[in-house]
């Protein structure tokens, strides 16, 4: 099986060398929830995502040679956002060199990811390339979720609250929702944008659109529930969406509810069960929610109060912890100095992304709620590809308003 994802890495490397950038990257973003895939799967002491995030940077470097042709204020949050996620590695280096350059390879990864769509994507139909490519990229997990909850063959046992999570060949639940979720995203904005004439590829869209959101259901994530719930209140409120798609998504939600109503309600019901028992007062301890992040949260934060040195509290020490909050992770690894820089970073998307033209702006405010909901729950700053395609496709919103005169 090791063989797939070195086919993978050296095809983007050959579509690297004789067709350019764009038509490398394009490989790289239809293929890399396979190479996902084979997390467990190592070259030395890297997985194989890891080799990818070494690659991105040797392979679209000449991106950084263009960095003149953006906005000087979407570069400067970018580089804000590095020096934050940076702050503290040199300690790191000291004590965990080989972990302190995957984190830094990371964080030029995320700087990259600011620069690499806006610069590469100047025509309507090269950003209509890669929404296509994200869509086929979420064919595969999406694919596996489903054929596991048909057959009840699992490849990968994960449970949460008793609930059995669908996550195929993934670690976690996380992979699955990612990209069932951009594939939901990328769907809904292709059909915004592009509007296809052909009804048969309008109807496989919505297919794709509603597996994806099936198969992020089948990982039982909360996080998941509540993006999606954002997504549909946004959608509502700030979408022009045609009345056949209303009318197709009253049909759809009415025959869920009728066939699997009880079903899903139950599982969601349970999803949320320390939540809910903690509401009524069956359990006391709020820390117990959230899948007990309140215990790890207050463990590291009692660490970071009365055991971390006075001057790590200010500057970090560079080395990741699982805190599964973001903000409590830029806290530990780069000190107060970098909290306030994040936290100055993402104030300054949120002010960015209200000056997108306002027949888009919706989908700039689902990429930035989605990523600080997961800023609550998880550790958002170490997935590069993630943050590549969030705070990439927001820049292309807010710089590239006229790739999306089809609107």
């Known amino acids: 099986m090791i063989i797939f994802p070195i086919f993978i890495l050296i095809t983007i490397v050959i579509v690297r060398v004789f067709k350019g950038m764009f038509a490398a ?18 070259i030395g002491p890297l997985s194989f995502s890891s080799v990818g995030g070494i690659l991105m940077p040797v392979l ?3 991106v ?61 139909y090269k950003f209509q390339k890669l929404l296509i490519a994200i869509i086929i990229s979420g064919i595969f997990p999406i694919g596996v979720s489903i054929f596991q909850f048909q057959t009840g063959i699992v490849f990968r046992v994960r449970e949460t609250v008793g609930l059995l ?13 990612f990209y069932g979720l951009f594939t939901v995203f ?11 004439k052909n009804k048969f590829y309008t109807f496989i869209l919505i297919g794709l659109c509603t597996a994806a959101l099936f198969s992020v259901y089948l990982v039982f994530s909360k996080a998941a529930i509540v993006i999606m719930c954002l997504w549909l209140l946004l959608i509502l409120l700030f979408l022009q969406v045609k009345l056949k798609y209303i009318f197709f998504l009253v049909v759809f939600a009415l025959y869920i509810y009728i066939n699997l109503g009880d079903v899903i309600y139950d599982n969601i ?56 909050n973001e903000f409590l992770r830029v806290l530990l690894a780069n000190g107060i100095i970098g909290l306030v820089l994040f936290s ?8 960015y992304v209200f000056e997108i033209n306002k027949k888009t702006r919706v989908f700039g405010l689902m990429l930035l709620g989605m990523f600080l909901i997961d800023s609550l729950g998880l550790t ?4 590069y590809y993630y943050n590549i395609l969030v705070w990439g496709i927001i820049g292309l919103l807010l710089l590239k308003s006229d790739l999306l005169e089809k609107t």
């Open 25 to 42: 990257f394009l490989v790289l973003v239809a293929t890399k929830s396979i190479m996902d895939a084979f997390w467990d799967v190592r």
């Open 60 to 62: 679209f470097y000449p």
């Open 64 to 124: 950084l040679l263009k960095i003149k042709y953006l906005p000087s204020k979407w570069i400067s949050n970018a580089k804000l956002l590095f020096i934050a996620y940076s702050f503290g590695l040199l300690f790191a280096f000291t004590v965990k060199p080989l972990e302190s350059l995957e984190i830094l390879l990371i964080n030029i990864n995320i700087f990259m990811g600011f620069l690499l769509i806006p610069l590469l994507v100047d025509h309507s």
């Open 165 to 177: 999570r669908y996550v195929g060949f993934y670690h976690d639940a996380f992979p699955v929702r």
């Open 186 to 196: 990328s769907c809904i904005l292709y059909l915004f944008v592009f509007k296809p």
């Open 269 to 324: 019901q349970q999803l949320f069960r320390k939540e809910i028992g903690y509401n009524d007062g069956t359990y006391k301890d709020i820390k117990y929610t959230l899948a007990g992040r309140g215990y790890i949260w207050n463990d590291l934060w009692e660490f970071w109060l009365n055991e971390q040195i006075p001057i790590f509290q200010w500057t970090g020490d560079g080395i990741n912890r699982p805190a599964h």
């Open 344 to 351: 100055f970073s993402i104030f300054r998307s949120i002010s």
């Open 380 to 383: 958002s700053g170490v997935y």
